[in-house]
């Protein structure tokens, strides 16, 4: 079955330590990949995609996230976290394909950064 | 601010009775989901439509009933609902397409209590 995975649950950082949130996915094909962030209180919002081309994608608020087909990886990053990055944070895929397809979410990451 | 309400934001409902979740979408997406958010577990979900036509039903219990009345409106009609229903129940939209279905906007949900 299609799947998405996240390695961490939780994770604590103090401000301005780097941070790297791990996620594989299992599909078969080429794949969409996004990450989706949820900060306390707030809607679940989209953080950045990849969709073709350069497997570096950059996304809002300095968050960056390195595709890696042969680890079936889409790592998100970001060289230094602020206390505001505080929030869930989910990566997710679509199985690309002439039909519409359907978002796999992974079970998300709470990042909590210490001020 | 993403353009998809939904109300009521907060639910709490007995087993026996019936209620409605309602969402709406100004964004010109002909997609819309139900998803339900239960705490550590991975985003489930739930209905999928495509123009008004249901696409994808995900193995949902029939207690839960979505309609979709046009394009900007969905709803989610509940009766006879169990306690482990209690979650935290996401709408969204997206454009229509293989590229569209990752791209999704969310409401802020409605949070389901069923005592």
């Known amino acids: 079955a299609q799947s998405v995975s996240q390695h961490n649950h939780h994770v604590i950082l103090s401000e301005a330590a780097s941070l790297e949130l791990g996620c594989n996915y299992s599909?078969?094909?080429?794949?969409?990949l996004f990450w989706y962030v949820q900060y306390p209180g707030q809607h679940l919002q989209l953080l950045l995609k990849?969709?073709?081309?350069?497997?570096l994608v950059k996304g809002i608020k300095g968050f960056e996230a390195e595709f890696i087909k042969s680890k079936f990886s889409f790592n998100l990053r970001k060289p230094s976290v602020q206390w505001s990055d505080t929030a869930e944070y989910f990566c997710a895929a679509v199985n690309y394909g002439g039909s519409q397809g359907n978002l796999i979410f992974g079970k998300g990451t709470k990042l909590s950064v210490k001020p | 601010e993403t353009g998809v309400t939904q109300t009521p934001r907060h639910l709490v409902m007995g087993m026996t009775n019936k209620k409605s979740l309602k969402c709406e979408q100004h964004l010109g997406h002909n997609a819309m989901y139900w998803y339900k958010q239960s705490a550590k577990k991975p985003l489930e979900l739930m209905f999928v439509y495509n123009f008004k036509e249901q696409t994808e039903n995900n193995s949902v219990p029939s207690r839960f009933s979505p309609e979709c009345p046009n394009s900007s409106h969905l709803f989610l009609h509940l009766h006879t609902l169990q306690p482990e229903d209690s979650a935290l129940y996401l709408c969204?939209?997206?454009?229509?397409?293989?590229?569209?279905?990752?791209?999704?906007?969310f409401g802020p949900g409605t949070r389901l209590t069923v005592l």
């Open positions: 969204a939209s997206s454009p229509v397409g293989p590229t569209g279905a990752g791209t999704q906007y």
């Open positions: 599909y078969g094909g080429t794949v969409n």
């Open positions: 990849y969709f073709s081309g350069d497997p």
